[in-house]
């Protein structure tokens, strides 16, 4: 048998090996190397003539017509966890992180989190007020947001009380469920600091205040040197207007802080010289110490990685040639170095990063592996531009005990057995 033998289950038509000998070389290089990658032999799957559909020369099927708006194959079954509770509203749904692809997250499956529910919002009713200490307090409809000068970034959004499970030894047995609480999307609006200085600040502005216009009216404390750095008010996520459940019209976006920060359905802004020290930063969103104390205004949401293959729930077809990969960010800026460890934390090797590489986005690492068959832990580390590195489980819990259920970045360990199973480790 040659190389071709270990992957494909039967031998091409003739036609197909002409074409390929036109650029012999490159194809030899190329299946040399899939050759290696695979040692199993596959097999193809066949219709009901018996052949490849690949080689199949019938007529082919006439599709569905062209349509106003898409949906995606339904072959592809990729869903957001949805909780089973009595009041789903005040609730969140989870991002299948695992099945995700490159570092966009779809606006599908973006994950939720809803305190009152998502409310239905026309756009022409909306107003966004801008007021408190400035010189000239604004009332703004969504179409003088749109003619004002835009950006778009690729940032994350992550829930403080994302990976809230590792903070137990046993951990979730999954990515969805562990680290679920977290996505990234290519968001488009207008700088805050641009309509701050329309409204001109005055000289004892420090923070300010910004409220949603949902029932619970979400309302979260900034300091102005966030604000005027690279705070945006966004109207658009991946290339289309934003989502109802990510805060349709108009979305704060705190780049890199906790996702609690970026409130929803903005309606008003109040520049003021204090925090507020609303509901949801002081009774909740704050770390409660080993001491009893709770730490106020925890924002940056630190280094964090995971592999998300092979991970939680997933099998491993047998020994071989596998692609690690997974996800890394960090809410100080660009991830710098992902390290992969397949032997419990003993050894470290450096991953690739995809390019390019975002500030204060998800950032893809990928990594060649050849799996030998035994059991082994493979665990990832991020490290960010500020030279951060992403602690393990035990070192949070010595830094910050274990009363608090926000903020956990600890590193995630994965327990590959023999016969190919992935449990939380
Ligand atoms: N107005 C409003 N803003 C809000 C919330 C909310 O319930 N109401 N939830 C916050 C929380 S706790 C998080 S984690 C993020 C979730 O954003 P997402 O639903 O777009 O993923 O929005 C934040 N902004
Ligand atoms: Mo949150």
């Keep these: 048998m040659n190389t071709f033998g270990t992957l494909l289950s039967k031998q091409m038509p003739s036609r197909f090996v002409t074409i390929s000998l036109m650029s012999e070389q490159a194809h030899r290089r190329r299946f040399l190397q899939l050759s290696a990658l695979l040692t199993a032999a596959t097999s193809c799957s066949t219709n009901n003539t018996g052949r490849d559909p690949a080689e199949d020369d019938g007529p082919g099927q006439l599709g569905k017509a062209v349509s106003a708006y898409g949906d995606r194959s339904p072959f592809e079954k990729a869903k957001r966890l949805t909780p089973d509770v009595k009041n789903p509203q005040v609730a969140s749904s989870r991002t299948p992180l695992a099945d995700i692809y490159g570092i966009i997250t779809p606006n599908s499956l973006h994950f939720e989190r809803h305190h009152s529910g998502v409310p239905s919002i026309d756009p022409a009713q909306h107003r966004l007020m801008i007021h408190g200490m400035v010189d000239r307090p604004l009332m703004l409809t969504v179409a003088d947001i ?46 805050l600091k641009l309509l701050l200085e329309e409204a001109g600040l005055k000289r004892e502005a420090k923070w300010l205040v910004a409220e949603g216009a949902d029932a619970c009216k979400m309302s979260r404390s900034v300091p102005l040197t966030k604000a005027l750095d690279d705070a945006m008010i966004v109207y658009a996520q991946n290339g289309e207007a934003i989502r109802p459940e990510q805060g349709y019209p108009l979305r704060l976006l705190v780049p890199g802080w906790e996702g609690n ?38 924002w940056p949401m630190d280094a964090k990685s995971f592999v998300t293959y092979p991970s939680g729930g997933q099998k491993l077809a ?31 090797q450096t991953a690739n990063l995809q390019e390019p590489v975002f500030s204060k986005a998800f950032t893809r690492f990928r990594l060649p592996w050849k799996w030998d068959g035994t059991d082994v832990t493979i665990t990832s580390r991020a490290t960010d531009e500020t030279g951060y590195v992403q602690p393990s489980r035990d070192e949070l819990v010595a830094s910050r005990g274990k009363n608090s259920n926000y903020h956990n970045n600890a590193t995630k360990p994965w327990k590959i057995a023999a016969d190919g199973s992935v449990t939380n480790a």
């Design 146 to 191: 749109k003619r004002l000068p835009s950006t778009s970034r690729v940032h994350f959004v992550e829930c403080s009380g994302n990976s809230g499970s590792e903070w137990s030894a046993k951990g979730a047995p999954d990515v969805m469920r562990a680290h679920g609480l977290a996505s990234c999307c290519e968001w488009t609006g207008v700088s």
């Design 261 to 298: 920060i970026n409130v929803k359905w903005l309606r008003r802004i109040k520049v003021t010289d204090t925090a507020y020290y609303t509901k949801d930063e002081t009774s909740k969103y704050t770390e409660l110490m080993p001491d009893g104390k709770s730490w106020l205004f925890t």
């Design 318 to 348: 047998g020994a071989g040639q596998y692609e690690i990969t997974g996800l890394a960010w960090s809410g100080r800026g660009k991830i710098t170095k992902v390290e992969v460890s397949v032997d419990g934390g003993k050894t470290w």
